[in-house]
């Protein structure tokens, strides 16, 4: 499956995702550099939504990293290891953040445009 496609799937399936990028996700425009990390998180009651009072696990169980640029969507890896994971800096600012696919259709996702904290993604994940 090429990058897109799975970048794709990603988006429109089921489960706990919180999207860390350096600019807007526009896949109309694949020229335009642009880091994304796809953070996959625990579906059930251990996510961030069943905490009581603010309190409980919120983890990140997996890492997609993709790339945009060069008129396409690449995967950069996928990263399972728990001690590269767990430091990871959760986004806590993440709010409701468009993706448009490359027909122009949008999707809202939970998410950050953050140049920095893509930046330190980069940087524990290389």
Same mark, same amino acid.
């Given at each position: 499956m090429d990058g897109?496609? $799975?970048? #794709? $799937? #990603?988006v429109n !399936?089921?489960? @706990? @995702?919180?999207?860390?990028?350096?600019?807007p996700i526009d896949l109309r425009t694949p020229d335009s550099p642009n880091d994304i990390y796809? =953070?996959? =998180? +625990? &579906?059930?009651?251990t996510a961030a939504g069943g905490r009581g009072g603010g309190f409980g696990e919120r983890r990140i169980v997996k890492v997609y990293h993709f790339e945009a640029g060069e008129g396409g969507l690449r995967k950069v890896s996928e990263i399972e290891d728990d001690e590269r994971l767990d430091a990871l800096d959760l986004p806590y600012h993440a709010t409701a953040m468009p993706i448009l696919d490359p027909q122009g259709n949008e999707k809202l996702v939970s998410g950050v445009i &953050?140049? +920095?904290?893509?930046? !330190?993604?980069? $940087?524990? =994940?290389?």
């Open positions: 897109l496609s $799975e970048f #794709l $799937e #990603l !399936s089921k489960g @706990r @995702r919180v999207y860390v990028t350096s600019k796809v =953070l996959q =998180l +625990p &579906d059930g009651s &953050d140049p +920095p904290f893509a930046q !330190s993604y980069r $940087e524990v =994940l290389a």
